[in-house]
Nanobody, 115 residues
Framework: QVQLMESGGGSVQAGGSLNLSCVAS????????MGWYRQAPGKQRELVAT???????NYADFVKGRFTISRDNAKRMVYLQMNNLKPDDTGVYFC?????????WGQGTQVTVSS
């Protein structure tokens, strides 16, 4: 069982920035991929960004150039730096840990962007 805890959410105005963090309970951290997903009210959960164990990053088109994912394997943490936030970025942001068929989710952190 892997437990994930997100932090760093909050309320900002459009154009602002937030930096989300996620810490994992497992020491099996460097071999897995990590990701951030989000879910807006009334919508399905969608991928925001992922990072492989080799630190290859992948982004959804709607965040390219604005968001940056990074990870610190020694601290068992993954981050999401979000710049130039838009009202459409509002939602609950979830941290994701994946290794093979094993997938775990955090409980999420709320991000609210006002216009």
């Amino acid at each position: 069982q892997v437990q994930l805890m997100e932090s760093g959410g909050g309320s900002v105005q459009a154009g602002g920035s937030l930096n989300l963090s996620c810490v994992a309970s497992t020491f099996m951290f460097s071999i897995n991929s990590m990701g951030w997903y989000r879910q807006a009210p009334g919508k399905q959960r969608e991928l925001v960004a992922t990072m492989s164990s080799r630190k290859d990053a992948n982004y959804a088109d709607f965040v390219k150039g604005r968001f940056t994912i990074s990870r610190d394997n020694a601290k068992r943490m993954v981050y999401l730096q979000m710049n130039n936030l838009k009202p459409d970025d509002t939602g609950v942001y979830f941290c994701n840990w994946k290794y093979g068929s094993y997938v775990y989710w955090g409980q999420g952190t709320q991000v609210t962007v006002s216009s």
